[in-house]
């Protein structure tokens, strides 16, 4: 199911409820900017309007440009409250990423597309700790 309309930090967003097969309830909350909204601006003012609803994040993960995640940089805020647990996710592609591609960028898509998403679900879903190629910062 997916609800258009909505914002997060005046960024036109996506909303997805994505349901158990098990037991047909809900399982989770994906929020996705609309269109060509992918950038650190849409990012930053997720971010402050999630800070402004959560607090601080309990957790801040940041992950390399390294072959191990395909040259794509991410950034990952976590916060924990009650019985859900929120993330914002951020992924760009860096230029290494590009490698491997015959003509470039410019003769249309190649590599990996950057990404944006808050995830909200149960505490059990969300990881504990950063990935392994993650390092975690102050948060």
């Given at each position: 199911?997916?609800?258009?309309?909505?914002?997060?930090?005046?960024?036109?967003?996506?909303v997805?409820?994505?349901?158990?097969?098990?037991?047909?309830?809900?399982?989770r909350?994906?929020?996705?900017?609309?269109?060509?909204?992918?950038?650190?601006?849409?990012?930053?003012?997720?971010?402050?309007?999630l800070?402004?609803?959560?607090?601080?994040?309990?957790?801040?993960?940041?992950?390399?440009?390294?072959?191990?995640?395909?040259?794509?940089?991410?950034?990952?805020?976590?916060?924990?409250?009650?019985?859900a647990?929120?993330?914002?996710?951020?992924?760009?592609?860096?230029?290494?990423?590009?490698?491997?591609?015959?003509?470039?960028?410019a003769?249309?898509?190649?590599?990996?597309?950057?990404?944006l998403?808050?995830?909200?679900?149960?505490?059990?879903?969300?990881?504990?700790?950063?990935?392994?190629n993650?390092?975690?910062?102050?948060?």
């Amino acid at each position: 199911m997916v609800l258009r309309g909505a914002t997060l930090g005046g960024v036109p967003m996506a909303v997805f409820f994505q349901m158990d097969k098990a037991t047909h309830g809900l399982k989770r909350v994906q929020l996705e900017p609309l269109g060509h909204r992918l950038s650190p601006p849409a990012y930053r003012a997720i971010g402050a309007a999630l800070d402004g609803e959560f607090g601080r994040p309990d957790q801040v993960c940041v992950t390399p440009p390294i072959p191990a995640s395909g040259f794509q940089a991410a950034v990952e805020q976590r916060w924990r409250r009650g019985d859900a647990a929120v993330s914002a996710i951020f992924r760009d592609t860096t230029l290494q990423a590009f490698e491997g591609c015959l003509c470039g960028p410019a003769s249309g898509w190649c590599g990996l597309h950057g990404r944006l998403l808050v995830r909200i679900a149960p505490p059990q879903e969300s990881a504990g700790a950063c990935p392994a190629n993650a390092a975690k910062a102050g948060g």
